[in-house]
């Protein structure tokens, strides 16, 4: 090798460290928070707060590995809509899971609990509502498959292990910000048919920029105006169709 071969190597490998040194490195994890206010708390189609606006918020912890974990709460009523000596004005979701690619799709596994804190629900007849569940989903494109399955009593209904929840879902930007989220889910309730239900929804998001969104949802369920779905205090139709205007603030 002649002298001027020599210098030219020489100069690109000082050029790749020193490109190396000052190349952003990947995050290796990331820390977000997030609070908002929904005119009406609707989880799989049915109402948490008898109707009226409910407070969130929540923190989530993600690892460049894919690993993540976070919490999340909102106050609710429909623990203390249930009976008379009913208590539990909080719900605490605390969840963990692992999110990677294989072969073009996106799967993310994981575990959720449903804390109720300091709940009474056990007065009503029924079980603690506290509940755990386990769940998977697949996404291919704009379209996510979700599976959900319950390792305890579901939400309070006694002999309700094994329940599962069935959730599908899209996401469509519409540009601008705007995008369009219609879904489809099924609850079964194990051993418990009659509050068994499936429901729809279609949610249009805006996106203002600066982490904060507002979205409009159209909610309906094929529970509505049955017995199984009425509170026992106030006789509130938890199923019946529902219009929801939200807003959330991440950071």
């Not at 208590?87 to 799967?107: H, R, T």
């Not at 697949?138 to 996510?144: I, L, M, Q, S």
């Not at 601008?176 to 489809?184: I, K, T, W």
């Not at 051993?191 to 909610?219: C, H, P, Q, R, W």
């Amino acid at each position: 090798m002649n002298l001027k071969s020599k210098i030219v190597l020489a100069l690109l490998a000082t050029s790749s460290a020193a490109f190396a040194q000052t190349a952003p490195a990947e995050p290796e994890s990331t820390l977000g928070y997030n609070v908002g206010v929904v005119s009406e708390y609707r989880y799989r189609g049915l109402a948490q707060t008898k109707g009226d606006p409910a407070l969130q918020g929540g923190v989530d912890y993600a690892h460049a590995s894919g690993l993540y974990v976070g919490a999340w709460g909102s106050s609710i009523k429909w623990i203390k809509d249930a009976g008379s000596d009913a208590k539990g004005p909080v719900e605490l979701d605390l969840y963990g899971g692992y999110k990677f690619e294989a072969a073009g799709l996106a799967y993310d596994v994981g575990y959720l609990r449903y804390e109720y804190v300091g709940n009474t629900y056990s007065k009503t007849g029924g079980v603690n509502a506290n509940t755990d569940e386990v769940y998977g989903a697949v996404t291919a494109g704009p379209a996510t498959l979700k599976y959900s399955h319950a390792f305890s009593d579901l939400f309070g209904f006694t002999n309700s292990k094994g329940s599962t929840y069935w959730d599908l879902s899209a996401t469509f930007d519409l540009g601008d910000g705007y995008s369009l989220v219609p879904h489809a889910g099924r609850q079964a309730v194990a051993n418990n048919a009659a509050y068994s239900y499936t429901d729809i929804a279609l949610t249009l998001n805006k996106d203002f920029g600066e982490g904060l969104v507002a979205s409009v949802s159209a909610i309906s369920t094929n529970g509505k105006g049955k017995a199984a779905f009425e509170s026992v205090v106030s006789k509130y139709d938890t199923a019946k169709n529902a219009l929801v205007v939200g807003v959330k603030y991440s950071f």
